[in-house]
């Protein structure tokens, strides 16, 4: 087989392979979609609940009366307008989620059609680069060519896993500056307690802000490192459960916005975001060894390659 068939032979196995990953993605994703397209009809119900509290109780009615005697109904309007917006966001926050699952779903099923006809024409040029083979040199030649096929799979093995950790530490980076964020706001908060005042006020906000907004692209981040994951399980059962995770963010949306920045909500906070990044990075760690393992055996089975080749007669 001439080394343009060849070139021919290994882009049908990698078209092959980002099939098979394209096929795993998209299976964690429609489940994901599910879990997501429930979650947001449960807190649209939560969001039109809310809205209603707040409703009846600008309408002057028994119930703000009731509060209006008791001299407590600003307090009761405050609270159920921070319960409305902590709804809000996290239902905003659950549309934004869902959405970029269905974009992605969609890109990837376009892919997917590039590379239906792979599978055949992978066999067929296995076929024909075996039988030229076996005609040529024999026992020695299919050896060979099943040597250069595992070491493909390696090479694509490796792509695979390092593209799973350029995922992993674009998650880690966002969850390092919402963690620097909240270290800001505790700084600033301490200061606020002491009667800081207006400045350190906002400066707690601000940095609250930041987080917030770090948080929200940790989220996206860490749904693109899982489906990276999909593809190797075989490999290794390194898993990222990112249920605890959005259980955070509602925490963060509902603690920081009853308790109005409370400093032991922040603090909370601050301890969830360095739980999920320590997840990451221990996930990491099994990646590059992952690596590392595969590298180890590009090389060996290039060396074995060699050595059959000087040792063929």
Same mark, same amino acid.
């Given at each position: ?104 779903? +969609? %890109?990837?099923?376009? *892919?997917?059609? &590039?590379? #239906? ?5 992978? $066999?067929?040029?296995?076929? @024909? ?81 930041? +987080? %917030?907004?770090?948080? *929200?692209?940790? &989220?996206? #981040? ?5 489906? $990276?994951?999909?593809?190797? @399980? ?80």
């Amino acid at each position: 087989m001439s080394s343009e068939n060849d070139i021919q032979l290994k882009q049908a196995q990698q078209s092959v392979a980002r099939l098979h990953k394209i096929d795993a993605i998209l299976q964690d994703l429609k489940v994901e979609q599910v879990e997501l397209a429930r979650r947001k009809y449960e807190l649209e119900k939560i969001l039109l609940k809310e809205n209603d509290d707040v409703f009846k109780l600008e309408r002057t009615g028994l119930a703000s009366l009731f509060y209006i005697v008791l001299g407590r109904f600003e307090e009761k309007m405050d609270k159920e307008r921070q319960e409305a917006l902590a709804a809000k966001l996290k239902y905003d926050q659950a549309k934004r989620d869902l959405a970029d699952v269905e974009a992605r779903i +969609a %890109e990837l099923t376009a *892919e997917r059609g &590039q590379y #239906l006809h792979y599978p055949q024409i992978f $066999e067929e040029l296995c076929a @024909q680069k075996k039988a030229e083979l076996m005609q040529e040199n024999g026992e020695t030649a299919e050896k060979i060519f099943e040597l250069e096929n595992a070491q493909n799979q390696a090479k694509i093995n490796l792509q695979e896993i390092q593209e799973a950790i350029e995922a992993g530490e674009a998650v880690s980076e966002c969850l390092q500056a919402a963690e620097q964020s909240l270290d800001k706001a505790l700084g600033w908060g301490i200061f606020d307690l002491l009667g800081g005042g207006l400045i350190s006020t906002f400066a707690k906000h601000s940095h609250i802000d930041d +987080a %917030e907004s770090k948080i *929200e692209e940790a &989220q996206r #981040l860490l749904r693109s490192f899982r489906t $990276e994951l999909a593809d190797i @399980q075989f490999h290794t059962d390194i898993w990222m459960e990112t249920g605890g995770f959005a259980k955070f963010a509602d925490f963060f949306f509902d603690g920081l916005i009853a308790d109005w920045f409370m400093q032991s909500k922040i603090k909370h906070s601050h301890e969830s975001v360095s739980k999920v990044k320590n997840k990451v990075s221990d996930i990491l760690e099994q990646l590059q060894y992952l690596k590392n393992k595969e590298n180890s055996r590009i090389e060996q089975l290039e060396e074995e390659i060699k050595t059959t080749i000087v040792n063929a007669k």
